[in-house]
């Protein structure tokens, strides 16, 4: 018991820290910059995620979008969420996206229904969501305009 006592402050910082990010990652053609942020904005868009700032942070090379709360009666029940998605180049015209869905719970028990006093908790990201913001922008990036010029194509009678 003598050996444990030492130990027992690292133990105790290791089980409240927060959950490790959870990023969901795949690589894609690489698109302009300003093609990818637009993307990535209707992305994050399209699942509830407003985003305030237009573009990359040009350094980080990441996007992310305010938080969303969804607030609940009972303690606990009720979180936020906000999403990031970031890039790196990894081969000419190929980049390697990530997204998060970075996710706190409210933890008031007086009043978990009110925003301002909110007990904001870090918990477990949510990757299903991170998954469907990747495949939103895997598929839009995926599609290619083609256009054809009339004059020389065949017409059907």
């Known amino acids: 018991m003598k050996r444990l006592l030492p130990l027992l402050p690292i133990l105790a910082c290791a089980c409240a820290s927060a959950p490790p990010a959870q990023w969901v990652e795949d690589e894609v ?3 302009s910059d300003r093609v990818l942020a637009e993307v990535s904005r209707l992305a994050m868009e ?4 407003h985003v305030v700032v237009r573009g990359f942070d040009p350094l980080e090379r990441l ?3 305010v938080w969303e709360p969804d607030l609940h009666p009972f303690s606990g029940e009720g979180f936020r969420e906000r999403a990031h998605v970031r890039y790196e ?3 000419p015209g190929r980049i390697l996206l990530g997204v998060r869905v970075e ?9 978990p229904l009110e925003l301002d006093h909110a007990d904001w908790v870090e918990s477990a990201d949510n990757p299903v969501r991170a998954r469907a913001i990747l495949q939103y922008i895997r598929s839009t990036l995926a599609g290619t305009l083609t256009f054809t010029d009339e004059s020389t194509a065949d017409s059907v009678p």
């Open 46 to 49: 399209a699942q509830g995620f």
């Open 89 to 91: 180049p990894v081969a």
């Open 29 to 31: 053609p690489g698109p």
């Open 103 to 111: 996710r706190q719970i409210n933890k008031n028990i007086a009043r």
């Open 63 to 65: 996007a992310s979008s």
